[in-house]
């Protein structure tokens, strides 16, 4: 499945060969470094952590993050790991299904633990070549031109030919690049766990249950546990930032009530988690970057576009921007055209799914009403509505771009 990134190594000469610099070993960097040093780049990856390790429970990956790892090489060891998800369940306390979307016919996305995902990423950026510098906490980058980066303890690498800020959604970097940088935090994130579902109970769909928006409670089916290869699903709790202390204060065993009241077939993975402490808190940012190039620097992944888990986008969009960096950088010899390039080729995709996010938000983390009814009583007859099913399906499959038209992979 490397084949792609070989064949451009092969008809590479020594003389377009790149001294890169990426910073963050989270999706979008350590597919960048796949991409990259399969391409004869020389590679660089500078993670702030002592030990490079994924965070959160699991995610789910949409058709068109698949195509991505299908241009690294990485599909079908995916998919071997990961679960087929079909669609997405999503019903109020009485039963009623608001939420109906499928995927388009002979599509599916794939659920995947974080640290299957962060294992194949990591072996293959290694694999490839990328050397990884750990514990290396950039503090701020000198000469945009011929970017050198220093630690937080005054160490210099670099000159680099190109540098990528693949520091995440709550990097602190990209404030001190000159951009255009616009990063609130949501208020609301998610409690994660990993369970077991060794009878299949919760295979094939993300299932959801809602109480207006305050009240929101997911199970995502994540393929096997890397380390026991069992059958696993990641569950979540929607919780208010400012009331985690206090969700914490009151103890598991509240928690536990309050989501078996609400969702009592959710009993044989909730009983599960043992105490408070299994949980890990996911948080969020709405994130935009414009432009999102300085000189010879280039933000991507979270850090240019983070969103609301709303859409299940996030690590698509990662790994989308990292094959189309290294495809620009095919086409031409010239970095700046190709980060040029690059600029165009994500704005429309990348946008759409920043503005829908954004308005889909209030519909499921909020503590208004009227959006939520709008939701519970209009959002399963728009799928019915002419073109709606369609609109749905590819916007789920993350394929659309603003204001109309269909993102295509690059060849």
């Not at 990485?74 to 087929?84: F, N, P, Q, V």
């Not at 194949?120 to 000469?143: I, N, S, W």
Request: contains cysteine; aromatic residues 8%; glycine residues 10%.
């Amino acid at each position: 499945m490397a084949a792609p990134i070989r064949a451009a190594t092969a008809s590479r000469s020594a003389t377009d060969t790149l001294r890169i610099g990426v910073i963050g070993a989270g999706v979008a960097g350590q597919a960048a470094a796949i991409a990259l040093a399969g391409d004869g780049h020389e590679v660089r990856v500078f993670e702030r952590f002592a030990n490079a390790r994924p965070l959160g429970a699991g995610l789910l990956l949409q058709p068109s993050g698949m195509l991505a790892l299908e241009r690294l090489g990485l599909r079908d060891e995916a998919e071997r790991c990961g679960a087929r998800v079909t669609e997405l369940d999503g019903r109020i306390l009485n039963g009623r299904r608001v939420l109906d979307l499928a995927y388009p016919d002979g599509e599916c996305g794939l659920g995947i633990h974080r640290g299957a995902l962060f294992g194949l990423l990591h072996e293959a950026m290694l694999g490839r070549g990328a050397r990884l510098t750990l514990d290396f906490e950039v503090e701020r980058v000198e000469d945009f031109a011929r970017p050198v980066i220093v630690s937080a303890r005054n160490e210099n690498e670099g000159a680099f030919d190109l540098l990528l800020d693949c520091a995440g959604a709550h990097d602190r970097l990209r404030s001190e690049l000159g951009l255009g940088v616009r990063a609130p935090l949501y208020p609301w994130g998610a409690l994660w766990a990993t369970c077991t579902d060794p009878a299949g109970a919760f295979a094939g769909k993300l299932r959801q249950r809602y109480d207006g928006a305050h009240l929101m409670i997911g199970i995502l089916p994540v393929g096997r546990a890397p380390q026991t290869g069992a059958p696993c699903v990641a569950f979540f709790w929607s919780v208010k930032l400012a009331d985690v202390e206090s969700e914490r204060a009151a103890g598991l065993h509240a928690l536990k009530a309050r989501v078996l009241a609400a969702w009592p077939e959710a009993a044989p993975i909730v009983n599960q988690i043992g105490q408070f402490e299994d949980f890990s808190l996911a948080t969020y940012r709405d994130v935009s970057v414009g432009p999102c190039v300085r000189g010879r620097v280039v933000v991507i992944g979270d850090a240019a576009h983070g969103t609301s888990p709303q859409l299940g986008q996030g690590a698509n969009l990662a790994l989308i921007d990292a094959v189309t960096l290294a495809h620009c950088l095919r086409q031409t010899r010239d970095v700046d055209a190709a980060l040029a390039r690059y600029q165009r080729d994500r704005a429309r995709h990348v946008a759409f799914y920043r503005y829908a996010s954004r308005l889909l938000t209030p519909a499921f983390q909020s503590d208004g009403a009227i959006v939520p009814w709008l939701r519970d009583h209009f959002l399963a007859l728009a799928n019915r509505l002419p073109g709606g099913r369609y609109l749905s399906s590819t916007t789920l499959s993350g394929v659309r771009k603003f204001p109309i038209g269909l993102w295509k992979p690059p060849e």
